[in-house]
């Protein structure tokens, strides 16, 4: 069909389908929830749920309760996505199979939770906000210690001595967290098999790998304040000095452990508070303020707030769930006992290789051994927190 003609010029019209919508789209329907601004397809830990809730439940969605094609990926060896057999610990469900579904089946799978795992909630409610948030606030604060220091010409106060206990054993340190940062809790949070896992140790991850950055960096700033300090000396200490190689042998271990709920037991129920607190908190704390130094504590003080406070809390929510399951507590308690047979010996070799340390500052802390005791008191406590017993091996 020709449009009409002016002069010499002919418009053609074109003819094209219109586009025509419908309601049949799923999206279009109402549902009784339909304007409900909070989700329901979980059940809140509380009366009401959280907002942490909202961001977190199940945004790792799983085959077993509605994810009706199952797993949108797989691994070479045709594993779908989160095997539950990347640990050995079981939840209640875990042995349940994965519903066979077929066209129009729908999310119809078992009742919520699909299985134990899923009531797993994170007593931090740690997000994606949270992480950022908890973050810039340490480092603003710490920047504003040393800034301070700076400016006072604090750093003239140490001593020579301290000055290289400085450089070379704190520093050292860097290396720990690094290595558990990036190579035990990054690995577990890919294998955990909830997005409340995930998010909770991802965040542990995160917290190792910001104090090794800001050791680092402290390390870089000395080295600029300080004419004597040696940047370098911590990667002699770590690689070669004997003191040390105990400590470097067992974080190299712990990054090489398979099973992600072993790591997170070995770093943060058996690592953290029989060597991790023992150096942090009964040396490097007790040692400074004596020596001169006001500064180093406040860095070594906010990596020992995020274990005691925030990655410690999750970790006993986490296993107090696996060792109270209803179906499987007496599975997760013998297991959970062989790795205290395995890691405690080791932890506690690591730590004495580190007890010529304590002698090395010019105004010594308090005894090895009794720092030693204390946080042996302390493990032995976090154990009767989760209903453990300490094993036997404690008492070498």
């Not at 508070?273 to 180093?296: C, H, I, K, M, Y």
């Not at 599975?331 to 002698?359: E, I, M």
């Amino acid at each position: 069909m020709s449009a009409p003609t002016t002069g010499s010029t002919t418009t053609q019209v074109r003819s094209v389908p219109k586009p025509v919508f419908t309601d049949a789209e799923a999206g279009a329907k109402e549902f009784p929830d339909s304007h409900l601004r909070r989700f329901n397809y979980f059940n809140p830990a509380k009366r009401k749920q959280s907002h942490y809730e909202d961001v977190t439940v199940e945004v790792q969605p799983d085959p077993r309760h509605y994810l009706s094609q199952g797993w949108l990926y797989g691994f070479a060896n045709g594993k779908g996505g989160y095997p539950l057999e990347w640990t050995q610990l079981k939840a209640w469900g875990s042995d349940r199979p994965i519903p066979q579904r077929g066209p129009g089946s729908g999310g119809k799978g078992y009742d919520w939770p699909a299985l134990g795992w899923h009531e797993f909630r994170d007593p931090n409610e740690e997000w994606e906000l949270t992480l950022y948030r908890y973050n810039a606030n340490v480092v603003r604060q710490l920047n504003q210690n040393i800034d301070s220091a700076r400016q006072s010409k604090a750093f003239d106060q140490w001593n020579r001595n301290w000055t290289h206990f400085v450089a070379q054993h704190v520093g050292a340190w860097m290396h720990v967290d690094h290595g558990l940062g990036l190579y035990l809790f990054a690995n577990a949070n890919r294998r955990a098999p909830t997005n409340m896992h995930n998010n909770a140790i991802s965040v542990n991850s995160m917290h190792r790998i910001r104090a090794a950055q800001d050791l680092a960096l402290y390390n870089l700033t000395l080295t600029e304040e300080i004419s004597h300090f040696d940047g370098t000396a911590h990667i002699v200490t770590w690689n070669d000095d004997p003191a040390w190689q105990g400590v470097r042998e067992l974080a190299e271990q712990l990054t090489g452990i398979d099973d992600w709920c072993e790591a997170i037991f070995a770093a943060n129920v058996v690592f953290e508070p029989l060597v991790g607190e023992l150096f942090r908190s009964n040396l490097v704390q007790q040692a400074a303020p004596a020596n001169g130094d006001f500064v180093t504590p406040t860095l070594i003080g906010a990596e020992e707030f995020d274990f005691a406070e925030r990655d410690l809390r999750y970790t006993r929510a986490m296993f107090q769930l696996l060792v109270g399951d209803k179906e499987f507590a007496d599975h997760n308690r013998q297991l959970l006992h062989q790795w205290l047979v395995d890691w405690v010996p080791r932890c506690l070799h690591a730590a004495r290789t580190l007890q010529p340390l304590w002698s090395q500052p010019d105004a010594k802390p308090p005894r090895f051994e009794d720092g030693l005791d204390r946080v042996k008191s302390r493990f032995s406590g976090i154990l009767s927190d989760l209903g453990l017993q300490a094993p036997k091996e404690l008492n070498q």
